[in-house]
Nanobody
Framework: QVRLVESGGGLVQPGGSLRLSCATS????????MGWYRQTPGKQRELVAV???????NYADSVKGRFTISRDNAKNTVYLQMNSLKPEDTAVYYC?????????????WGQGTQVTVSS
């Protein structure tokens, strides 16, 4: 069983930065996809960034150039560096691990961490 624990959220002014961390209780395999999602009240959870095997990354258009996802398999941790934060980045951010095998995939989620961008 994989357990994910996010940290690093908080209150920041517009233009500021935060770094989110997601620590896993088990080993991360290089083939696992790790991602960050966010959700605001009344809206669906949306993908922010994902990193897959080989370090390939993908970002939502709204965060490209401002956010960077990275992973440290030795520390079983994935990070989200968020720069130039905007009020519309305010949300609960969730860490996700997707472990795929032939014909199936399992998703694991953290409990979420609140990010509030406000002056």
């Amino acid at each position: 069983q994989v357990r994910l624990v996010e940290s690093g959220g908080g209150l920041v002014q517009p233009g500021g930065s935060l770094r989110l961390s997601c620590a896993t209780s088990g080993n991360i395999f290089s083939r696992d996809a790790m991602g960050w999602y966010r959700q605001t009240p009344g809206k669906q959870r949306e993908l922010v960034a994902v990193i897959i095997s080989g370090g390939i990354t993908n970002y939502a258009d709204s965060v490209k150039g401002r956010f960077t996802i990275s992973r440290d398999n030795a520390k079983n941790t994935v990070y989200l560096q968020m720069n130039s934060l905007k009020p519309e980045d305010t949300a609960v951010y969730y860490c996700n691990l997707r472990r795929s095998t032939v014909g199936t995939a399992n998703d694991y989620w953290g409990q979420g961490t609140q990010v509030t961008v406000s002056s």
